[in-house]
């Protein structure tokens, strides 16, 4: 996916994985139920960013971390490298 939002600095754009709206046993759950994503693909790296991080990537970052935005439809979140914990094998 092309994306129009080009990170400065050390900034990272990522659209958030959601988690399913139906638990295993059935349950759908409402939209207030369901917690916080916390992983997602990397869709833009800024230059400054020093991990070893592709567009593409799936990676797990904090919970309460970055900035929401709405971009070509979509949710992403503008982080800081700091707050990806990890690549997502």
């Known amino acids: 996916m092309a994306i129009s939002l080009k990170p400065l ?3 990272v ?3 958030p994985i ?3 709206s ?3 046993g059935g349950i759908v759950l409402p939209d207030t139920a369901k917690e916080k994503p916390q992983q997602g693909t990397v869709l833009a790296i800024g230059p400054d960013v020093e991990a070893e991080l592709a567009e593409g990537d799936r990676v797990m970052y904090a919970k ?3 900035t929401e935005v ?3 439809g979509k949710e992403v979140i503008i982080l800081s490298e700091t ?3 990890a690549i997502v094998a």
Request: charged share 40%.
């Open 18 to 20: 959601e988690q399913d």
């Open 9 to 11: 600095g050390d900034r």
């Open 13 to 15: 754009v990522i659209e």
């Open 70 to 72: 709405k971009m070509d």
């Open 83 to 85: 707050d990806i914990l």
């Open 64 to 66: 309460y971390a970055g």
């Open 22 to 24: 139906m638990t295993a």
